[in-house]
């Protein structure tokens, strides 16, 4: 499938992305503007040639066809028989959308409406604990119910005037014990959030909390919430249907954030803000549909994907903000990214023989300069980089460390792609009075290979509006890649073999017997672990 492309790179791969920008069109041609977001993409070693093969590539694959599947509400999550729609979550309300007979915008409004006449409630003092306003609230969920809304409640800290949110995931009694030590259950609002509401981890933390609140407070399921699309299992657990917010099927969990997953994002920042992240999530919808491929963001930021991924043959990527409040978007990308690409067989089910979506990672700038940039300037592995950038930060008195922050992401970049040749070494090191033998040996440690790739995603500041438009903008790099890779980028079949092994070990491990099932490694450490903890 790739066979053009990989011609081109192995006749291309050895020039150097410097030399590129003797085409003064260069930064005109490898950039996108979007109202106030640039996209740049002229740092790697991509020509214009490379871009036509790509473009074909999306072509042969009918992009804007299966695009608009998607959109239409067509079932393109085939092993699940589902629509996949999400973008549904994000129109105005003056929108309609048939699927399967069903104008389904109404329908997302009226939940819309109803979040936020809660969120009203709540954070004007309507809705009480049973100790008084309401000043916390916990969500407990996983993957999809965590990620996204955990991200957004970081990245707009600065817009916050609610209660305070927590996130609780892990079903490592730490999470639970250290986000429930600092709180008060008589004000605390407990949002479980699950699709399924089945998922093992939050369930036992659900429970855990409830017991918790209940030694406090005498009636604590006044004082949960549900958002799941499971209503039996809600009322299983005893939540009042009044406070659970459901949604439907054709919204994947790790594309869930716009509807009621990000509750506690509107809690937080209020409804008029929420409404703002969604008009960001629409603005990008509206573009991806509408804009050819050559000035379309996602679907650029996704060929370049498969240049590096596929063409190239770089095994991961990394992304790195340079937003302190956006820490938790690697993780979050590595859930949308790696559970939606990260497949093996065709949408047929047959194997592919090509490697599908790449590992992603990341940390934020600066930190991770002064961590692996090392293994990035020097390494001998290529990572592909893509940087987010800000032109303002949210602190005006401190307007010196964004400029700051400004000065190292665009340094990174330069020096990715320039590097430091020997000869600039040695100058460098004969200027510092270094001579004669430890000259050369410190030259060649201080030499830079550059022609490293990276991409830039600019925006004045992040806003609501904007983070709604950055995370659509992955939620449909993700989507073409898939399209291109012929995977199905919706379902998740490979987190079920280790949900169903762990359910068997755990009768072992609290039965303190040996596992029926497990192989001799793990027997061998289970008993070691036993040994520790007779209990
Ligand atoms: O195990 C993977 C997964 O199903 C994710 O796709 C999902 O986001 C997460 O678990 C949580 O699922 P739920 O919202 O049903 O609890």
């Known amino acids: 499938m790739f066979e053009d492309l990989v011609g081109h790179f192995e006749k291309t791969r050895d020039r150097r992305i410097l030399d590129l920008f003797a085409d003064d069109q260069r930064v005109n041609d490898f950039s996108i503007t979007l109202g106030d977001v640039l996209f740049d993409f002229s740092r790697i070693n991509i020509d214009p040639e490379a871009l036509d093969l790509l473009c074909d590539l999306a072509a042969k694959v009918d992009l804007n066809k299966k695009r608009q599947d998607m959109f239409s509400g067509v079932h393109i999550n085939r092993t699940e028989d589902r629509a996949v729609l999400h973008t549904a979550l994000r129109r105005p309300e003056t929108d309609s959308l048939i699927v399967d007979g069903i104008d389904v915008v109404p329908g997302v409004h009226d939940t819309l409406r109803r979040m936020a006449a809660f969120c009203d409630d709540v954070r004007e003092g309507r809705f009480q604990g049973q100790g008084g306003a309401i000043t916390d609230v916990i969500n407990i969920g996983i993957g999809g119910s965590d990620l996204g809304p ?23 009694s730490a999470d639970i014990t250290e986000t429930l030590g600092g709180l008060n259950p008589e004000t605390t609002l407990v949002i479980v959030a699950s699709k399924s509401f089945t998922t093992f981890e939050t369930m036992l933390n659900a ?195 964004h400029q700051a922050v400004i000065a190292n992401c665009l340094a990174q970049a330069e020096a990715l792609m320039k590097g430091r040749s ?85 009768n072992a491990v609290s039965e303190h017997r040996p596992s029926r099932s497990a192989g001799p490694g793990t027997q061998n450490i289970l008993s070691f672990l036993r040994e520790f903890d007779p209990d």
């Open 207 to 401: 429970r855990t909390t409830m017991n918790w609140m209940g030694q406090v407070v005498e009636n604590p399921r006044a004082q949960f919430v549900a958002i799941s699309s499971a209503l039996e299992e809600t009322e299983a657990f005893g939540i009042s249907e009044d406070r659970v917010f459901g949604f439907e099927n054709w919204v994947g969990g790790r594309y869930s954030i716009w509807g009621p997953i990000g509750l506690s994002l509107m809690l937080a920042v209020g409804p008029d803000d929420f409404a703002e992240f969604l008009a960001g999530g629409h603005d990008m919808d509206r573009h991806f549909c509408t804009a050819e491929w050559r000035k379309n963001i996602p679907v650029m930021m996704a060929l370049v994907g498969i240049w590096h991924s596929q063409v190239c043959g770089h095994a991961t990527r990394a992304v790195i903000p340079y937003d302190n409040r956006m820490a938790r978007l690697p993780a979050y990308l590595q859930q949308l990214e790696m559970e939606s690409n990260g497949k093996r067989v065709d949408m047929d089910g047959n194997p592919v023989d090509y490697h599908t979506g790449p590992v992603v990672w990341g940390e934020p700038g600066t930190n991770g300069q002064h961590a692996f940039f090392q293994l990035i300037h020097q390494g001998t592995r290529i990572v592909p980089c893509e940087f987010l950038i800000a032109a303002r930060g949210h602190e005006p008195e401190l307007h010196h460390h």
């Open 422 to 506: 020997r000869e600039q070494a040695r100058e460098m090191l004969r200027a510092q009075g270094v001579e004669g033998d430890a000259l050369e040996r410190l030259a060649r440690h201080r030499e830079f290979p550059g022609n490293r790739p990276s991409v830039t995603l600019a925006y004045p500041q992040l806003t609501p509006r904007m983070l709604g438009r950055i995370i659509a903008l992955y939620e449909h790099r993700v989507f073409v890649e898939g399209v291109i890779l012929g995977i199905n980028s919706f379902d998740q079949w490979g987190v079920e073999l280790g949900k169903e092994l762990a359910k068997s070990l755990l």
């Open 150 to 172: 955990d991200v957004a409640c970081q990245a707009l800290a600065p817009y916050h005037d609610g209660p305070k949110t927590h996130f609780v995931s892990n079903i490592d």
